[in-house]
């Protein structure tokens, strides 16, 4: 079995990443490698994965007992009724902290799975098995689990908690569409512009044979992507401070997804990468970045062929529900809005507390620019 194996040690535990295809015939290898046991098991699954790649698995487990959840992920069902769901199931069946539970989906089924496992008797195993690039590349790592609130936003309701390992398979991401793919690259991308100006390069080189699934170019950039994360991780894995840089773009992001009320029409890698390109014009304008710098992004997005615009989905009435949002990100401690800011190619910085009223007008008078 070729793969890459990435280990990942914080202040509170220590797991592996398995990158590499057809992990499913060798989870039992994996499961011994990490000195994984347990008697019970929960796969949660998303309702998008055949039902044969769910058989493959619980094939494998034979010696277990293994019970399935089919759950049918979007934003509106990352909510705590499903978690009720899910914990009365478990109660049902008398699983214990010595079981198991392990997410076989994208970032929403890993986020909600893992919050689960965080909070049922305080604390099951839990085995991530991402399947989309965006889970792959940044959902899976970190810690970071939660689900959504029904009228105040996203992620506000979560803790943090790790899985005991990540088994990320390139074969899953076959089946995502040119949209699900290009969320992932988001995240990739991000990675690069605020760590590595190397791997920024990279993409420049490479984005058309990740984005066409080209096994060594593909693997390379998710393991590349996966170092960022822990590397900023492993350095403040609460979010003290290092680790906000991760959220370039995502608290304008963030709000462009609320406020078009997590619809598929704007999903969470499209809100993103609409907020890099918000959150790069800003730095601009606040003379933090070069022109020749936001230009050569810029030129990277175009490259993809990633031609949403913000008018397409608001209007300048809409400005005053965005800054609703954005104020309610749970970043802001106070009434002002903290942003990251791109200060180069490979370096990004913490601004803290913008007033409400120069994104309000920054965003009047751009929104016909991004
Ligand atoms: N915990 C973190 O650190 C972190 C980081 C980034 C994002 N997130 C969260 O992740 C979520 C976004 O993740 P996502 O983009 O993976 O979303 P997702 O889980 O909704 O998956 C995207 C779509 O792909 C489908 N899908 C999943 N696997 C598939 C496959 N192999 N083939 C075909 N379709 C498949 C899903 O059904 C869904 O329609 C957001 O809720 C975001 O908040 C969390």
């Known amino acids: 079995m070729r793969y890459n194996r990435l280990k990942i040690q914080t202040s509170t535990s220590k797991y592996s990443i398995y990158i590499g295809t057809n992990f499913s015939n060798k989870i039992n290898t994996i499961l011994n490698n990490e000195k994984i046991f347990f008697n019970k098991a929960l796969i949660i699954y998303d309702s998008k994965i055949k039902i044969k790649e769910v058989s493959k698995i619980i094939l494998k ?21 499903t978690v009720n769901k899910i914990i009365s199931k478990l109660l049902k069946n008398n699983f214990t902290r010595q079981d198991c539970i392990i997410s076989l989906g994208g970032g929403i089924t890993g986020d909600l799975s893992g919050f689960v496992s965080s909070i049922y008797k305080r ?27 029904e009228i105040y936003g996203k992620n506000l309701i979560g803790s943090f908690y790790h899985p005991n390992v990540v088994i990320a398979d390139t074969e899953y991401l076959k089946s995502l569409s040119k949209k699900e793919l290009i969320c992932g690259y988001a995240e990739i991308f991000k990675h690069s512009l605020i760590y590595s100006k190397k791997n920024f390069l990279f993409l420049e080189k490479f984005n058309k044979k990740i984005l066409s699934l080209e096994k060594k170019v593909l693997q390379k950039a998710i393991l590349e992507s996966c170092k960022i994360k822990k590397s900023i991780v492993q350095k403040d894995e609460k979010e003290k401070n290092l680790r906000m840089i991760l959220n370039l773009g995502h608290t304008f992001g963030h709000a462009y997804e609320a406020a078009c009320g997590y619809k598929n029409n704007l999903n969470h890698g499209e809100g993103v990468m609409l907020g890099i390109k918000t959150a790069i014009l800003f730095s601009l304008k606040e003379k933090k970045l070069s022109l020749n710098d936001f230009k050569r992004i810029n030129q990277n997005i175009l490259n993809l062929n990633f031609n949403l615009k913000l008018k397409k989905f608001f209007k300048l ?12 990100d749970k970043k802001n401690n106070n009434s002002k809005i903290n942003l990251v800011l791109l200060n180069r190619i490979g370096k990004a910085s913490i601004k803290n507390s913008y007033d409400q009223k120069k994104i309000k007008k920054f965003l009047y008078e751009n929104l016909d620019n991004i």
Request: no cysteine.
């Open 61 to 81: 487990l034979k010696k277990k007992k293994v019970f399935i959840y089919k759950f049918y992920s979007n934003e509106k069902s990352k909510s705590f009724n």
């Open 123 to 149: 604390g099951i195993k839990f085995i991530n098995i991402p399947t989309t690039l965006l889970a792959q590349v940044d959902a899976s790592i970190g810690g970071k689990t939660g689900v959504n609130h």
């Open 317 to 328: 009435s809409d400005i005053n529900k965005l800054i609703s949002y954005m104020q309610n």
